[in-house]
């Protein structure tokens, strides 16, 4: 019913800087909020950064000063902007979408995307 799609993910060196796109399209009528998680191999799926109607924006702490994220509301398109990226912070980075649909209106369920790896080595 909801399809998510992540992009701009790629190899980096440190000190570098990456921009990370996720698309959310399908029978939308809203969106509460969509968030960043990221995955490293062998480890736990973390939240990395969160916006929201009313909650405003919130960051894990690791990515706090360097992460930055926003919002397109008009085409349902959520940003990162991650800077000064380090080698810890390699990892499969995922969207996901708190959405309600035309099949299913009465409260919000995630939708998941597939993913984009991001790499950070010199």
């Known amino acids: 019913q909801v399809q998510i799609v992540e992009s701009g993910g790629g190899l980096v060196e440190p000190g570098g800087s990456l921009s990370l796109s996720c698309a959310a399209s399908?029978?939308?009528?809203?969106?509460?909020?969509m968030c960043w998680y990221r995955q490293a191999p062998g480890k736990q799926r973390d939240v990395v950064a969160t916006?929201?109607?009313?909650?405003?924006?919130n960051y894990a702490d690791s990515v706090q000063g360097r992460f930055t994220i926003s919002r397109d509301y008009s085409k349902n398109i959520v940003f990162l902007q991650m800077n000064n990226l380090q080698p810890e912070d390699t990892a499969t980075y995922y969207c996901?979408?708190?959405?309600?649909?035309?099949?299913?209106?009465?409260?919000?369920?995630?939708?998941w995307g597939k993913g984009t790896l991001v790499a950070v080595s010199s």
């Open positions: 996901n979408s708190s959405a309600t649909t035309m099949a299913h209106d009465y409260y919000d369920i995630d939708y």
């Open positions: 916006i929201s109607t009313g909650s405003g924006k």
């Open positions: 399908g029978n939308i009528l809203s969106i509460s909020t």
